[in-house]
């Protein structure tokens, strides 16, 4: 069965700090993606990062990056200076046999 | 304009009623599908299509019906709706190479009384 998890339910990080999120995820697959997706209260899906699992280089876009580790089966999304627009629910997930898998989502809080 | 739409965007409703979601697209993908989320649970998969003619269902499709009328259009139906199917729902597409991720709708919150 192919299973994403995000252990941490609610964080909070005080702005221009940095915070890492957690992913571990579950697949017997050799081929598949992963992706972290932003929801703010707008409600939007909104993709932040992406990450082929045959690339052994960790993604990253702008203050998003990834920490990526196959053999861990692990998953994580870094938020340098965060911002108070970062406020959102975040979503790991993966992609393989043409089908997405989304973790429970994790609550961040970012405080002026 | 939106690429993925989904209407309504909030829709109140009784227990009994036949509800229908429906989704429109402009980006020209062939895939599309239909999850509910709910707190604490993430986005469950309720069924997906990968073109007009195949339609699967996903982790969770009892209770809920689909229509694929056209490549751009994926409708979700609630035959008779009943209170646990509050939640919001997002249809989404992706593109068939493997690599691309899914592009949402801004959601339809469903309550049903």
């Known amino acids: 069965a192919q299973t994403v998890t995000q252990s941490q339910p609610e964080m909070s990080v005080q702005e221009a700090e940095t915070v890492t999120l957690s992913c571990t995820y579950d697949t017997s697959e050799n081929n598949y993606y992963l992706f972290w997706y932003k929801q703010p209260p707008s409600r939007q899906m909104i993709l932040v990062i992406r990450q082929e699992a045959y690339k052994q280089q960790n993604a990253t876009e702008n203050r998003f990056s990834v920490n990526f580790q196959k053999a861990a089966k692990s998953f994580s999304l870094k938020i340098s200076d965060s911002q108070l627009g970062d406020t959102a629910m975040y979503f790991c997930a993966f992609m393989a046999v043409n089908k997405f898998y989304f973790g429970s989502g994790t609550k961040l809080n970012v405080k002026p | 304009d939106a690429d993925v739409t989904q209407t309504p965007r909030n829709r109140i409703t009784k227990t009994g009623k036949r509800i229908m979601l429906e989704c429109s697209q402009t980006?020209?993908?062939?895939?599309m599908y239909w999850y509910r989320q709910d707190p604490g649970l993430g986005l469950r998969l309720i069924y997906y299509s990968f073109d007009v003619k195949d339609i699967n269902k996903g982790e969770i499709s009892d209770g809920y019906s689909v229509s694929r009328q056209a490549q751009a259009k994926f409708s979700l139906s609630l035959e008779s709706a009943i209170p646990n199917q509050t939640a919001l729902y997002f249809c989404?597409?992706?593109?068939?190479?493997?690599?691309?991720?899914?592009?949402f709708g801004d959601g339809t919150r469903l309550s049903i009384l």
């Open positions: 980006k020209g993908h062939d895939r």
């Open positions: 989404a597409t992706s593109a068939p190479q493997v690599r691309q991720p899914q592009h």
